[in-house]
């Protein structure tokens, strides 16, 4: 389940999730871009725990550009991803919800492809566990306080095959929408 964030409340809702969740990382705080779509990831008990943010790469920042314009190809159409955060409570069930969510935003939007600075972990995550193509485009670097893989999802691979049983994991994400966050 999630809800697109549409309110001031909603916003700050994000932010306060994103903060506790980088902070606890050791990551410096970094707030919504303008032009982008955030999302709250909402738990079966109907709160919020997580946070996802999905940007046009025309909308991109000039660091993301410098990582990943040399790496695009004229097929691809980009989203940049970033601020998947799950608070430590929800843990283990929000993660999957997030990234179907990933999947069918890429897939209703056109994207075949998505950008990010994944985590080592969470890198490893989408090869091993999903088998939701991720490539490392350049060196790790050292970024908003930890170690960071510039990262090329190939997304269109995963919506394409849905039917692949190694896509199993998936479950659409428009299914579990829920309109109102309860607090």
Same mark, same amino acid.
């Given at each position: 389940?999630?809800?697109? @964030? ?79 955060? @799950? ?27 998505? @950008? ?24 790790? !670097? ?6 960071? !893989? +510039? ?13 692949? +049983? ?5 479950? +659409? ?11």
């Amino acid at each position: 389940m999630y809800k697109h @964030v549409d309110s001031t409340e909603n916003l700050a809702l994000f932010h306060q999730i994103k903060e506790v969740v980088w902070s606890s990382m050791g990551f410096e705080m970094e707030y919504a871009k303008d032009g982008s779509d955030l999302y709250l990831l909402l738990a079966e008990d109907g709160e919020a725990g997580g946070t996802f943010e999905f940007t046009p790469y025309s909308k991109s920042n000039a660091f993301i550009h410098s990582l990943f314009d040399d790496v695009i190809t004229s097929d691809m159409k980009l989203m940049e991803v970033d601020s998947l955060a @799950v608070l430590p409570s929800y843990r283990g069930q929000l993660g999957r919800k997030g990234i179907c969510l990933m999947i069918d935003y890429a897939e209703q939007h056109g994207y075949t492809h998505a @950008v990010g600075i994944a985590d080592p972990t969470f890198f490893r995550s989408m090869n091993e566990k999903y088998k939701l193509r991720a490539t490392q485009v350049k060196d790790n !670097i050292f970024y908003k306080g930890a170690e960071a !893989i +510039p990262t090329l999802f190939h997304l269109k691979e995963v919506y394409a095959n849905k039917e692949n +049983p190694q896509y199993s994991w998936y479950t +659409p994400a428009s299914t579990q929408r829920k309109v109102e966050v309860m607090r």
